[in-house]
């Protein structure tokens, strides 16, 4: 473990149904991303939170919904997805500080397929 | 805009024999580098990193990687690959200790052959 834990390992979901990912940072980081990696693409980062501000939204379709209730809790609220958005979403979390000395920390992610 | 290059898909290597995967980089200011290596169906996980110092950085795994400012490169390599080093690794950078994200390189798959 990494102490980043994204639940459900694995999800399996139809177009029309309402789910959510969550991830739980165990590091006392003031951080937490959102990637999505999908087969034969970059990395794509989706959002960030610094101290539970939303700090980036690359564009992302609004049919996906962050929220961030603590500097623990991230959560993706998915609704109405496209098969297109079947893909592996990482969790990560940092401990953002002045000297740049930080990097990331990476759940296992969330295996999604949109059916 | 920061940007970071991983010009190889693939690399292929033979086991005992050492190997390098290619990382150049694009910053306005002073680079802050990273490696992160990805098992199948798993997270990232960190591998090492440049912020200052020594132009040649020891990491996990026997893996080092060097700084090279005027080429704007931070290679990664090893000196006898095992097969278990065969995964997708990621090159990453921020060009400033303000800047709350990391870019990440399209990543590159690592082949070691027994």
């Known amino acids: 473990e990494t102490g980043v834990t994204q639940t459900p390992r694995h999800l399996v979901m139809g177009m029309t149904n309402k789910k959510s990912l969550k991830c739980e940072q165990h590091l006392g980081h003031n951080a937490m991303y959102w990637y999505k990696q999908s087969a034969k693409k970059p990395l794509e980062l989706m959002f960030v939170y610094n101290f539970k501000e939303q700090t980036e939204n690359n564009s992302v379709p609004s049919r996906f919904s962050p929220e961030c209730p603590n500097s623990s809790h991230l959560f993706l609220h998915l609704h109405t997805l496209q098969p297109e958005d079947s893909a592996l979403y990482l969790c990560a979390s940092s401990q953002v500080s002045p000297t740049g000395d930080w990097g990331y920390t990476f759940g296992s992610g969330t295996r999604l397929t949109v059916v | 805009a920061q940007s970071v290059a991983q010009p190889e898909d693939q690399v292929n290597v033979a086991e005992g024999n050492p190997l390098t995967v290619k990382c150049t980089y694009s910053v306005s200011g002073n680079p802050y580098l990273f490696w992160y290596v990805q098992y199948p169906n798993r997270g990232l996980q960190f591998l090492l990193k440049?912020?200052?110092?020594?132009?040649l950085v020891k990491g996990s795994y026997g893996f080092e990687a060097e700084f090279n400012k005027s080429q704007t490169s931070f290679h990664l390599k090893k000196p006898s690959a095992l097969v278990s080093d065969s995964a997708l690794y990621f090159c990453?950078?921020?060009?400033?200790?303000?800047?709350?994200?990391?870019?990440f390189g399209k990543g590159t798959r690592l082949h070691i052959l027994p």
């Open positions: 990453a950078v921020r060009d400033s200790p303000r800047d709350d994200k990391i870019i």
């Open positions: 440049y912020i200052t110092g020594d132009n």
